[in-house]
């Protein structure tokens, strides 16, 4: 006997001919009468129940065989010629999928981080100004992207398996200035003479060299190599903005940020660090850039300041040029890009314990207070803050400028642990500093337990700080003391 609804027998054998439509009506139905209690008896209840989830599993199986039939027939979408997008397919390993776009890779590489992405995704993340890796928020060290054949071999024996034709190809991104791959022979000839045109007295043709310059080191690492293969190469590189500097002319801001650029090229090329730092008008010319450049030369010359600081021995010439100050004002100036180019530059210097000193001489606390109170770039600024709380000057100012307050509002509506954690480290800090915000820290505990939760929820390292302050404000007074 026929039973009542969509199926007449086995809802696996319903798929066949019923659709999606028939399926979501029958189930609305079930879970109405489920929910009004609309069937009469434990049976009928039961029946119910059992009828619905038959439903929901015709309505699974129905849509697994949509995707095995559309994978037979798959159909791409060409655009600009041999611009191919995937736009149904079988289900694939996850790892092919990009995690930026949540498509099959065309042309993964690798960044500087370890992390997979489509070269389109992570090119266009990168022209964005973002400098940190999408999945781990890690600030890159450099922007060099390296193709990652395994993955992408990967891939081509995966489509290759089911018999597909016209997997998913790299897609060749024309150059829109021209530029091709050098010979080395032949181009190191080239990159000596860009490097003799900017000593020429034709600005026009000091501009072009520089464009040039910048355009190569940006696309091809071998003419980043040529710079550390030169003794005089950055010299002569930077020869025309030290020249203006020196006899204090107007400054050319095109040419400007093109050199500059091309600095920030260069240097992510390892073996130039520290050949850069120890160019004494290297670090004169990128001081004089976060003063005096347009908004996009500040941010360049603050990001090669954060590369070279990747060598301890780099920190230590940053720190004693008197950097911090002009990173410092970069920061406090509003402009995101720039901002998060400066905080990377002053976190990394800073590292180096001499440094913390120079940034809280140099306004930094004020600074990095005022911003996150203001709710900008929080994660990065309170890592500086931080890092400067194990100063002594910086905890007292802190304490001087609120910090207590804010930061405790921060732990409130944060839903970061890494935020709490460093918002309590801070907190650790005045407290075992200056007795007198005990009170504070007395009340907010009273009054929201807000260190309690800590305690209780953090990471092992909040864990540790919110019961060490805990521990230190709920002693006893001794009342004994005399003045």
């Not at 003063?291 to 603050?302: D, L």
């Not at 005045?430 to 309690?452: P, Q």
């Not at 800590?454 to 709920?474: E, H, M």
Request: hydrophobic share 35%; glycine share 4%; proline share 4%.
């Amino acid at each position: 006997m026929a039973k009542s609804g969509v199926f007449e027998t086995d809802p696996t054998t319903a798929v066949a001919t019923a659709t999606a439509d028939n399926l979501k009506t029958e189930l609305q139905r079930l879970v109405k009468s489920i929910v009004e209690d609309q069937e009469t008896g434990e049976s009928g209840f039961t029946d119910s129940v059992d009828k619905a989830t038959q439903t929901l599993q015709a309505l699974k199986e129905l849509k697994q065989d949509r995707k095995r039939r559309s994978f037979s027939s798959m159909k791409l979408d060409h655009r600009n010629n041999n611009d191919i997008k995937i736009t149904s397919f079988d289900p694939h390993p996850h790892e092919f999928d990009c995690p930026i776009s949540k498509e099959i890779m065309r042309d993964p590489v690798i960044i500087s981080t370890g992390k997979t992405y489509d070269r389109a995704s992570i090119q266009k993340w990168l022209k964005a100004g973002n400098r940190t890796c999408p999945e781990t928020q890690q600030v890159l060290s450099h922007t060099i992207l390296t193709p990652n054949h395994l993955v992408r071999d990967m891939i081509t024996q995966w489509f290759n398996n089911r018999g597909v034709v016209g997997q998913p190809s790299p897609v060749h991104y024309p150059d829109e200035h021209g530029l091709t791959e050098p010979d080395h022979d032949h181009d190191h000839g080239h990159f000596l003479s860009l490097l003799k045109k900017l000593s020429s007295t034709i600005v026009s043709e000091q501009k072009q060299a520089a464009k040039t310059l910048r355009l190569l080191t940006k696309k091809f690492p071998s003419f980043r190599a040529f710079f550390g293969e030169s003794s005089n190469a950055i010299p002569q590189l930077l020869a025309p903005l030290s020249q203006m500097i020196k006899n204090k002319t107007d400054l050319d801001l095109d040419l400007q940020e093109d050199l500059i650029t091309t600095l920030l090229n260069l240097s992510i090329h390892d073996n130039n660090k520290k050949v850069v730092a120890e160019t004494p008008m290297a670090i004169a010319v990128l001081l004089d850039a976060l003063k005096s450049g347009t908004i996009e030369t500040r941010s360049n010359a603050a990001a090669t300041l954060f590369t070279l600081s990747a060598l301890d021995s780099n920190k230590t010439i940053i720190g004693k040029s008197g950097a911090l100050r002009p990173l410092i004002d970069l920061l406090d100036s509003g402009n995101a890009l720039a901002m998060k180019d400066a905080a990377s530059a002053i976190f990394s210097v800073c590292i180096l314990h001499e440094n913390k000193g120079r940034a809280v001489q140099d306004g930094a606390i004020r600074v990095l207070l005022n911003k996150i109170k203001e709710r900008v770039h929080v994660d990065e600024l309170l890592a500086i803050l931080a890092m400067l709380s194990s100063n002594q000057k910086a905890v007292e100012e802190m304490g001087d400028l609120g910090a207590v307050s804010c930061l405790f509002s921060l732990i409130k509506e944060t839903t970061c642990a890494r935020n709490k954690e460093n918002c309590v480290v801070i907190l650790y800090t005045i407290c075992f500093n200056d007795r007198a915000k005990w009170k504070e820290m007395r009340d907010e505990e009273s009054r929201y337990g807000t260190l309690s939760r800590l305690a209780q929820d953090g990471t092992s390292r909040a864990k540790r700080k919110a019961n060490g302050i805990l521990d230190r404000i709920n002693r006893p007074i001794n009342r004994t003391h005399t003045a």
